[in-house]
């Protein structure tokens, strides 16, 4: 850009300087005439040249921003993070960094994969690794040598990416993925970086954008004048201002503010699942101008897609007149609120867009799934976890427990009075009491747990033309699915039941039964924010939400965790609350995916974390999660016999 304004400026001085040499012809030597002639020549056609390739090569804003304001957020594979950086990888030392990073991060994973499949003992696994003898491909090996790998000509490491898919590969022969996301043909990730959107406006806000659209027109000026000043004819040097007419036009007006009344109607607000709803919206121009150039995009909430029209039109709109725009989506899970329309308005030369983002009157289409019917692999986990359990307490019981030491403020009652007469000393009796089971179902909602295994078909438009939804789910999705389906049945076994996001977005219940219990649960797992389908902005540290759950935990509660275990962070939730002394039984979507060498890597992990928790105490269920929850939330081609449980049977209970 300084480049084209430099060239440009001096072109413009020496077309200024041409044109007063061709008025004034014997105003300088005939040498000096010359030589300023192709100084002219160079200046003015250098600008054009930039002039012109600018404006073909700048981006249509309206035409990129508008189709991303209908998409499905872009939930991610694991490991596919991994593969684009391994794919940018350079020469800097940014880049040097991150491969270590990179290397660390297989390191680890082929230490825990030997230690636990190979049954090594940790110092004899990081010899192995040490030595390269894990593996029979040296190259394999090599990633961890201390030279990095051959370096080229100028001493940067080479073949990394190479030799990272080789160590993968080795690490699946030590440790096959079997059963979990085994058979899955996945395509490849994009390794790509997508165009940059225009950033989204806040409700009610405007933006005016120069489109460049006359760049051009100006450099054919600069051009057209130093052909005139070159052939000497003033008639030509003057021609060339019809061309600078032209780029002070694109100057001086600017699109217009739109006024713009929108009535919007959405046919069902209360749809089933997979049930389609259609939305038309009504825009009249009421700003009593000509707009010619009207681009209007509803504002299709995150997590609906649209299968039937588009939510975009194109039009010119005379004062008055209206624009109408009707399109049908499917109904998934949560609260919906249409309420803003994204409006596009360039003035009659296109030279500049005024962006805004419409408010309109809400309109809400909240699905409600059942989740009890969602989840049938998962149901038995219900009844393990369900109805009372007896504790040693002091008191009234219901059968005699045993006999401690007494304690001052222990009941009078309670006294053991039989003991103490024959000299035994004061004793207290303790009884077996039946105590409801309190259990808490805990959602992991951080953005590490928006990812998907079904990345095919990215946000395309074209489900509109085949009729048929692209059905990517993120696995904090099947973990609401499941949560609900498991407190329907707890609920009806007699338990108390609670509810908690493991967010930025706070969310919890504290234990409860009842009916009206059961619907706020339901309701909490529809609607509430930390639940959405856009993934919360930050999950810094300075939102961790460990401290908050920990708080609010009741201190007998069992607890039900449902969660992708895509990285660390849950396994060290689940440590916590066992060492805490919480029964912790975790529910695992698997959302992994074998396609590509970091995919398998992501797969690998995340064994080797369901693994270390099992080995920790809880017990674990996983399941891979179907495309479309009506056909249910969980498959049985995965289940994982539970070890370590520390959970009571059910024997019954009351509601509260």
């Given amino acids: 850009m300084n480049a084209h304004r430099t060239l440009l400026s001096v072109g413009v001085v020496a077309v200024a300087a041409g044109l007063a040499l061709t008025l004034a012809p014997g105003l300088v030597t005939v040498d000096i005439v010359t ?48 593969t684009v950086t391994v794919a940018s990888f350079g020469a800097g030392e940014r880049d040097a960094a991150a491969r270590d990073r990179v290397r ?53 490491e080479t073949g990394f990416a190479d030799r990272f898919e080789r160590a993968v590969d080795a690490l699946a022969s030590l440790a096959p993925l079997a059963g979990v996301g085994s058979e899955r043909n996945d395509p490849a990730p994009k390794t790509g970086t997508n165009p940059p959107a225009t950033p989204r406006l806040a409700r009610g806000e405007s933006r005016l954008e120069r489109t460049g659209r006359w760049r051009g027109v100006a450099g054919l000026a600069l051009a057209a004048t130093a052909a005139g000043v070159l052939l000497g004819r003033p ?43 259609r939305v038309t919206l ?20 995150a997590g609906l897609e649209v299968v039937r029209g588009t939510p975009r039109h194109t039009t010119a709109l005379r004062p008055g007149k209206r624009a109408r725009i009707a399109y ?33 009157d809400e309109a809400v289409v909240t699905c409600r799934p059942r989740y009890d019917d ?17 504790v040693a307490a002091t008191g009234d019981g219901v059968a005699f427990h045993s006999v401690r030491e007494y304690r001052r403020g222990d009941p009078v009652a309670s006294v053991d009075w039989n003991r103490l007469a024959k000299g035994g000393g004061l004793a207290t009796r303790r009884f077996d009491q039946p105590r409801t089971v309190r259990v808490v179902l805990v959602v992991d909602a951080r953005r590490a747990a928006y990812a998907t295994a079904d990345a095919g ?19 904090v999705d099947a973990s609401v699915y499941a949560a609900g389906a498991l407190a329907g ?94 029964d912790v039984h975790v529910a695992s979507p698997d959302v992994t995916a074998t396609g590509a060498p970091a995919r398998r890597l992501a797969a690998l992990e995340r064994r080797l974390r369901l693994d270390a928790v099992r080995r920790a105490g809880a017990t674990v269920d996983e399941w891979r999660p179907a495309a479309d929850p009506s056909v249910g939330a969980a498959s049985a081609d995965a289940r994982v016999p539970e070890r370590g449980s520390r959970i009571m049977a059910a024997d019954g209970g009351d509601d509260a």
Avoid: M
């Fill in 489 to 582: 049945g707890l609920l009806d076994a007699g338990s108390h039941v609670g509810l908690a996001a493991l967010s930025s977005r706070e969310c919890w219940l504290p234990p409860a039964a009842a009916v009206t219990h059961r619907r706020r649960i339901r309701d909490r797992l529809t609607t509430d924010p930390a639940f959405g389908w856009l993934p919360p902005a930050d999950d810094g540290a300075d939102s961790d939400p460990f401290p908050a759950l920990f708080a609010r935990l009741p201190s007998d509660a069992q607890v039900v965790f449902c969660s992708p275990f895509v990285d660390d962070a849950p396994v060290d939730l689940a440590r916590q609350l066992l060492a805490r002394g919480h």
């Fill in 457 to 475: 078909g990215h946000n395309s438009t074209a489900t509109a033309s085949t009729g048929t939804a692209d059905h990517r789910r993120p696995a």
């Fill in 235 to 277: 008639v030509a040097v003057l021609a060339g201002l019809a061309g600078v007419g032209f780029a002070a036009h694109g100057r001086a007006w600017t699109a217009p503010d739109p006024a713009l009344a929108v009535e919007r109607t959405v046919s069902e607000t209360d749809p089933a699942p997979g049930e389609r709803v």
């Fill in 374 to 390: 969602l989840a049938p692999e998962l149901g038995d986990l219900a009844t393990r976890l369900a109805g009372r359990q007896d």
């Fill in 282 to 301: 009504t825009v009249t121009n009421e700003s009593g101008r000509l707009l010619p150039d009207l681009r209007l995009c509803d504002d299709v909430p």
């Fill in 35 to 82: 030589a300023l002639t192709v100084l002219v020549w160079v200046g003015a056609l250098g600008g054009a040249a930039l002039s012109v390739y600018g404006r073909f090569d700048a981006s249509d804003a309206v035409e990129s921003a508008l189709p991303r304001a209908a998409e499905r957020p872009d939930y991610g594979v694991p490991g596919d993070d991994l």
């Fill in 104 to 156: 660390k991060r297989v390191r680890e994973t082929v230490v825990a994969t030997l230690e636990r499949f190979e049954g090594l003992a940790p110092a004899e696994a990081e010899r192995r690794v040490e030595c390269g003898d894990w593996t029979d491909d040296e190259r394999a090996a090599s990633l961890f040598s201390d030279d990095g790998g051959p370096p080229d000509r100028d001493g940067v």
């Fill in 328 to 360: 049908e989506c499917e109904a998934v899970r949560g609260r919906h609120a249409f309420d803003s329309l994204t409006v596009a308005v360039r003035d009659l030369s296109a030279a500049s867009v005024r962006w805004r983002r419409l408010p309109t």
